[in-house]
């Protein structure tokens, strides 16, 4: 290991989180350490170093940071991990590094599309019952509870593990992973008579498929809008961005290697 490598965490088990640590480990003057929240049993390991688990809030991450010589910070988190975020914020300021959110674009409704867009899960959950009766919810198997009041409405919950209660009495759950085709949706539309979807505004395009089949079927969907980035940190669409911030701020070679 380089001991003069300038040391970046990345907070995040996102696409984008390992294809930036992809090209940050081929860096000679990067040490790249991924943090992981633990949430998924089999998650998707990044390139580099790879830490899982929480910090103990604000405090602990800023101690970590300190700790190990931590020169920057990228919040790669998923747009609705929104806790880590602010406490990456006050870290961060703690600690006395840069900080950015990585966040890719969010999902834009288009021609034809019948979208409900709704500021939380319990906002999705009183929504529901006056645009349909067979739901599918994909927002993942956190935030069940919000919807475990609907007894009358049918579920099909996908997510990566199985959901725990409290949960929808009527549901059937899906254990998938994307990326997702649109040939797939489709099929899980119709057999499931589906008439009502429920979704995060994720902006992945690897989940957008279900939102062109709901189109195509006329299913109206509701959209659950992402929360605010933390005030005054600088945010990053795409792994390309994010590697010239760092370049810029911690005055880095050129990036060599095609972001993949």
Excluded: Y
Aim: net charge positive.
């Amino acid at each position: 290991m380089n001991d003069t490598a300038r040391h970046v965490l990345v907070l995040g088990g996102t696409t984008e989180a390992r294809r930036l640590a992809a090209v940050l480990e081929q860096e000679p003057a990067v040490r790249v350490t991924s943090s992981l929240a633990g949430r998924v049993a089999a998650p998707r390991l990044p390139a580099g170093e790879v830490r899982i688990g929480g910090f103990g809030g604000p405090e602990g991450l800023a101690r970590w940071l300190r700790e190990h010589a931590v020169d920057a910070l990228i919040d790669a988190t998923h747009p609705f991990a929104g806790t880590i975020s602010f406490h990456a914020a006050r870290a961060a300021a703690t600690a006395h590094i840069p900080l950015l959110a990585l966040r890719r674009p969010g999902w834009v409704p288009g021609p034809g599309d019948n979208w409900h867009q709704v500021p939380s899960l319990a906002d999705a959950a009183r929504a529901l019952p006056d645009l349909g009766s067979r739901v599918f919810l994909t927002t993942g198997r956190m935030g069940l509870s919000h919807f475990a009041h609907l007894t009358d409405l049918w579920f099909l919950v996908r997510s990566v593990d199985a959901p725990e209660p409290p949960h929808p009495p009527r549901m059937t759950a899906v254990l998938d992973r994307g990326p997702f085709t649109l040939d797939g949706e489709r099929d899980l539309l119709r057999r499931h008579r589906i008439d009502v979807l429920v979704t995060k505004d994720s902006g992945a395009a690897a989940t957008a498929p279900k939102l062109t089949a709901a189109r195509e079927a006329g299913i109206p969907v509701v959209v659950v809008q992402r929360p605010p980035t933390p005030e005054g940190v600088p945010v990053a669409a795409g792994p390309e961005e994010a590697a010239d911030w760092l370049r810029t701020g911690l005055g880095l070679p050129r990036v060599t290697r095609q972001l993949g």
